[in-house]
């Protein structure tokens, strides 16, 4: 089974800055675009940042600047580090990822449970 597990979510003022993780364990072969999603209170869910295999990055306007997406393909890792941080960046964040579990399996798409980052005084 493959699993994501994100963490680093929390309570934060605004201009603050974190970062969050994502770790993907379980049977695994290759790991292709990464992603961070986010829900805000009231809002569809959105894709905040994606990060392929390559490391070509691309980001929602609202956060271009402020977060910066990353990946450790050696640890099956990626990390969202917000800077500048909003009251509307306030939201369960998630993680997401397309994976192979096994080289000629099929392409499967996985979410992690999500971390609640709130941006408040």
């Known amino acids: 089974q493959v699993r994501l597990v994100e963490s680093g979510g929390g309570l934060v003022q605004p201009g603050g800055s974190l970062t969050l993780t994502c770790v993907a364990s379980g049977t695994i072969s290759t790991i292709y675009t990464m992603a961070w999603y986010r829900q805000g209170p009231g809002k569809q869910r959105e894709l905040v940042a994606h990060?392929?295999?390559?490391?070509?990055?691309n980001y929602v306007d609202s956060v271009k600047g402020r977060f910066i997406i990353s990946r450790d393909n050696a640890k099956n890792t990626m990390a969202l580090q917000m800077n500048k941080l909003k009251p509307e960046d306030t939201a369960v964040y998630y993680c997401?990822?397309?994976?192979?579990?096994?080289?000629?399996?099929?392409?499967?798409?996985?979410w992690g449970q999500g971390t609640q980052v709130t941006v408040s005084s």
């Open positions: 997401n990822a397309d994976i192979r579990k096994i080289i000629v399996g099929p392409l499967d798409n996985y």
């Open positions: 990060i392929t295999s390559g490391g070509i990055t």
